[in-house]
């Protein structure tokens, strides 16, 4: 089965609590138990002898053959009175019997679940007697928590743990004393809470964590998987999870029917943080992030110097300056673009994102040019406000919207040079050409070499100016700063958004003097352009990308998911992969060579469930976008191929 995984569980002999195990594991993951020999019985000395470390690597041992993913330490009680050195020592022990594999242990995974669950003070329900129970306290004081009350049912042995009722545990946790605490923690691993825990939950208020549910909460979490069953409390979603399912009911009713929310999902993933190329939800399962928020996320998420360079701007208390004024972090901005710039592209004017923008070169031509219609091209998107849409071929659901303004002549990307000329050369004459330089969201369309090139003298020839829209390309995305590089060409008017930001909105025009000059004061503003915020944002991120030479980390990109990819080429349904730097898009067709966005869809949405996040794009939703940070190692660039590898098996019949 693809992805299969195995969790090596090694497990005092008493054989108490397989079956608990059991309850948690998703479908394509199974535990395999190694029982070794113990005393059995519950006091501190011979707990102490039975976590002896021979034991465990001996019984890791016999793992070596099966060759889990990981192995879980399922003596709850050994690790917390040997210690926690005592307990890496068992760990390492066990990880260097079996390949080297990851090893987590069960006291260690109950200190991180009551981490997850945001826990400072808790309270113990412990089924030991009252000295093995005092260890356990001091294991938690040493982990950073406080303890607000302790109860011991002192049941005596494992077979005794076993049968504590649920009526029992209930009372028991009732008499727990948990109302000045976070969280109630039941330690043991023979304790059978798995079916009784939302019940718990809901009696006290609070998160209950035990030895066996932490366990297996940190071993699906480690191989990123989501437990089966969410009546198993709050760390499997019966708590948190509930609340975020509410959340998107609570979503789905509050926003308009236009939103993207719940295009790929149902149940959308909530995130809560990032770092690099990795997103994490509520639940902190991580997704790697190949669609980077629609290709803005360049320098992955948390990046510490545009972190730092919000935080100085922050700090200063200048959060915003509308458009009468200019601060010294935006004109700094302008100069550092002016190094990476052709020359000629000298003046800049400021938007809030790249539809803004777009619309201020449409608006800049039309001053410039005294003209009112342009050239654009068929598949080319540049925004959804009603100037950039209307020149906008790839219109979606607005195509009911029927004609726009300013009218639009669309040709063919890569045609004829006698098809541009007649337009160019028709009365009146168009007030500008508007052109990706590469097609992002018709699925990443490149036009022939040299196109673009012969499109810009034609256009100077004409005297029609030359828009080209670097919002997805600008900044490196391609292998170079800006693609036009590539062509050797230099536009009229260059149109960036998305990244320029570092994260915040932020769009830019930057173009030559005579257009950039010839328009009236106030002919364009908006009240947040560029606020000094996404100024500082934007100043720090492209210091670090020149810093970093991101054109080369994304070259270097190109290289490794150009052959990770290579394999995906043997489906039937994959119709071409193409890419350039680190964009790349796989077209997924039917049978037939139509396009296929059903089954992308379900691809997209299976390596969604996987922690993978790609980009939809394709005329028809049927390319799958893979747009990665640059920060993205060959690693992660491995396991996004793998996770595709594995929905493309899933999704090939
Ligand atoms: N131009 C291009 C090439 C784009 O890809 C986009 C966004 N996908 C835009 C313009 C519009 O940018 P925004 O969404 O910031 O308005």
């Given at each position: 089965m693809p992805g299969f995984k195995k969790i090596g569980l090694l497990w005092p002999a008493d054989g108490r609590n397989d079956r608990e195990f059991w309850n948690w594991l998703p479908a394509s993951v199974s535990v395999l138990i190694v029982r070794y020999d113990v005393d059995g019985r519950l006091g501190v000395e011979q707990i102490e002898s039975d976590g002896d470390i021979n034991r465990i690597a001996?019984?890791?041992?016999?793992?070596?053959?099966?060759?889990?993913?990981?192995?879980?330490?399922?003596?709850?009680?050994?690790?917390?009175?040997?210690?926690k050195d005592f307990e890496r020592a068992q760990m390492d022990a066990a990880s260097s019997s079996c390949n080297g594999i990851p090893v987590i242990s069960m006291s260690s995974s109950i200190v991180e679940a009551l981490n997850f669950a945001g826990a400072r003070r808790v309270a113990i329900l412990s089924p030991y007697s009252s000295g093995v129970t005092e260890r356990f306290e001091s294991y938690l004081r040493d982990s950073g928590f406080s303890l607000s009350s302790g109860k011991c049912i002192s049941a005596g042995s494992e077979s005794l743990i076993e049968r504590i009722s649920s009526e029992r545990?209930?009372?028991?946790?009732?008499?727990?004393?948990?109302?000045?605490?976070?969280?109630?923690?039941?330690?043991?691993?023979?304790?059978?809470?798995?079916?009784?825990?939302?019940?718990?939950?809901?009696?006290?208020?609070?998160?209950?964590?035990?030895?066996?549910?932490?366990?297996?909460?940190?071993a699906l979490r480690t191989l990123g998987r989501e437990p089966s069953s969410d009546r198993l409390g709050f760390l499997f979603g019966a708590g948190s999870g509930s609340a975020l399912k509410s959340m998107d009911a609570d979503a789905r009713q509050i926003l308009s029917t236009a939103s993207k929310v719940f295009a790929l999902s149902q149940e959308p993933p909530q995130f809560a943080s990032g770092k690099g190329a990795w997103l994490f939800d509520e639940r902190g399962k991580r997704y790697l992030d190949f669609a980077c928020g629609s290709g803005v996320a360049s320098l992955g998420y948390g990046h510490p110097a545009v972190v730092s360079g919000v935080r100085r701007q922050l700090d200063s208390g200048l959060t915003h300056l509308g458009p009468h004024f200019v601060n010294s972090v935006q004109v700094e901005y302008y100069h550092l673009l002016r190094e990476i710039l052709p020359p000629q592209l000298c003046r800049m004017h400021p938007a809030t994102n790249g539809t803004e923008a777009t619309e201020s070169a449409l608006k800049a031509a039309m001053h410039f040019t005294g003209r009112k219609n342009f050239i654009s091209f068929i598949g080319g998107y540049h925004g959804r406000t009603l100037g950039s849409l209307a020149v906008s071929s790839a219109r979606g659901s607005n195509r009911i919207l029927g004609k726009l303004s300013p009218e639009v002549r669309f040709?063919?990307?890569?045609?004829?040079?006698?098809?541009?000329?007649?337009?160019?050369?028709?009365?009146?004459?168009?007030?500008?050409?508007?052109?990706?330089?590469?097609?992002?969201?018709?699925?990443?369309?490149?036009?022939?070499?040299?196109?673009?090139?012969?499109?810009?003298?034609?256009?100077?020839?004409?005297?029609?100016?030359?828009?080209?829209?670097?919002?997805?390309?600008?900044?490196?995305r391609t292998g170079t700063f800006f693609a036009i590089e590539q062509e050797q060409l230099v536009p009229d008017l260059l149109v960036l958004g998305k990244c320029l930001g570092g994260g915040f909105p932020a769009g830019l025009i930057a173009g030559r003097d005579e257009i950039m000059s010839a328009?009236?004061?106030?002919?364009?503003?908006?009240?947040?352009q560029f606020n000094p915020i996404s100024a500082a944002a934007a100043k720090a991120s492209l210091e670090a990308m020149i810093a970093e030479d991101s054109p080369a980390a994304a070259r270097s990109i190109e290289k490794i998911l150009r052959e990770q990819l290579v394999e995906?080429?043997?489906?039937?349904?994959?119709?071409?992969?193409?890419?350039?730097?680190?964009?790349?898009?796989?077209?997924?067709?039917?049978?037939?060579?139509?396009?296929?966005?059903?089954?992308?869809?379900?691809?997209?949405?299976?390596?969604?469930?996987?922690?993978?996040i790609t980009w939809e794009c394709g005329s028809d939703g049927h390319v799958i976008g893979l747009i990665p940070p640059f920060v993205v190692d060959e690693g992660q660039i491995a396991l996004c191929a793998g996770i595709l590898r594995e929905c493309f098996s899933l999704n090939s019949h």
């Open positions: 001996a019984a890791a041992r016999l793992l070596r053959h099966v060759n889990p993913d990981l192995i879980a330490l399922g003596d709850c009680a050994a690790g917390f009175i040997g210690g545990w209930i009372e028991e946790a009732d008499s727990a004393e948990a109302a000045e605490a976070d969280a109630l923690v039941v330690p043991g691993g023979g304790v059978s809470l798995s079916t009784l825990i939302a019940r718990l939950e809901k009696r006290i208020g609070k998160p209950v964590v035990c030895g066996p549910g932490a366990l297996m909460w940190k040709l063919e990307l890569g045609c004829d040079e006698m098809e541009i000329r007649n337009f160019m050369d028709k009365r009146p004459r168009p007030a500008g050409a508007v052109v990706e330089a590469v097609q992002a969201t018709n699925g990443v369309i490149f036009p022939p070499r040299g196109w673009l090139r012969r499109l810009a003298e034609l256009a100077e020839h004409y005297g029609v100016p030359l828009i080209i829209d670097e919002v997805f390309t600008g900044f490196g328009w009236p004061i106030g002919s364009q503003s908006s009240t947040f995906l080429r043997e489906f039937p349904f994959v119709a071409d992969i193409r890419g350039r730097g680190a964009m790349f898009g796989i077209e997924i067709a039917t049978r037939e060579g139509k396009p296929d966005r059903k089954r992308c869809k379900s691809i997209r949405s299976a390596a969604l469930d996987r922690g993978l």
